[in-house]
């Protein structure tokens, strides 16, 4: 299900089927460099994607998938969702993005 469009992205929930895409992207050194959670294999990636979807269920917020347009290539996410800080539930903002698309504004525009 589609969420909104922007310029240059299709923003939509993440699902299962992102597997491998989002694996690709978060197995990535450079992209997880300054992730508290590191460098995501395909098991730790699927964790990820059954937490958002849980976000999805439980707060109706959650990091979504961003599609390129021109492509249909899933090329990262951004979005908050809730986050454990000691024993409060705070908001975060996250994003990750696939290196070939850094520096061009786009986790800007999804934000």
């Known amino acids: 299900m589609d969420l909104f469009e922007t310029e240059r992205l299709i923003v939509r929930l993440l699902s299962l089927n992102d597997l491998p895409a989002l694996t690709e992207i978060l197995s990535d050194l450079e992209v997880m460099e300054y992730s508290v959670r590191g460098v995501c294999d395909e098991e730790a990636t699927q964790q990820f994607i059954d937490w958002c979807l849980s976000c999805y269920e439980s707060h109706g917020i959650g990091p979504w998938?961003?599609?390129?347009?021109?492509?249909?290539e899933l090329i990262g996410f951004c979005g908050i969702g809730p986050e454990r800080v000691g024993t409060v539930e705070e908001t975060n903002l996250g994003y990750r993005l696939a290196r070939k698309h850094w520096g061009q504004g786009i986790a800007t525009e999804a934000v």
């Open 65 to 72: 998938a961003l599609m390129e347009k021109s492509s249909g």
